[in-house]
């Protein structure tokens, strides 16, 4: 393996053409894996407007808005590592709501957002209709390994030095579960797409020597 240094705005083209290349039955879904501290989100985000360009319909999709309700989601407490890394997402409705419908055999009505962490109910958002050939991203943590069916992944990996240093110091009780991830998971080690991320200001592509 080798590694690419590269400029944030050259990752995100990069990445742009390299996705809206992708052909697949209905819609290709693609995952943006990283913790908090990596800004997975971020990256999603500005990856819209060029996939746009490219002439590929686009919806993001935060898997932040797909967590399970507080009683569940907190029934061991705030800050349980274990729980958070097991539990916290509801895969089961990310799946039915957006990945399932947006697969080769899948109606294309995605609901963009499932619950309101911050109000604890349902989000009420509207179905977005995605084309054939869209592309819908989804973006969060602990999204791999799961069994959840992506098209393509991509993973934002730190070391534990820098997850320590970058996560906010409100977050740091989810570090365990992020060690776990990575030895349980493992997950750059099959992502289809493995950029590093110590440092937002200069990222680097892990590519096959």
Known sequence: MRVRPITPE??????ADRLAGVAVPGRLRVAVDGPPAAEPDALAAALVDPLRAAGRPV????????????STRLE???????AYYEGWVDEAGLRREVLDPAGPDGSGRL????WDAAADRASRAPYVDLPPGGVVL????????GGLPFDVTVHLVLSPAALGRRTDPELRWTLPAFARYADEVDPASFADVVVRADDPRHPALVEAA
Do not use: I, K
Request: avoid cysteine; aromatic fraction near 2%; charged fraction near 15%.
């Open 76 to 82: 061991h407490g705030r800050t349980n590592p274990d």
């Open 59 to 70: 919806l993001h999709v935060r898997a932040a808005d797909f967590l399970r309700p507080a």
């Open 10 to 15: 050259l990752l995100v083209a990069e990445l």
């Open 111 to 114: 609901l963009p957002s499932l």
């Open 138 to 145: 989804v973006s969060g943590a602990l999204l791999l390994g």
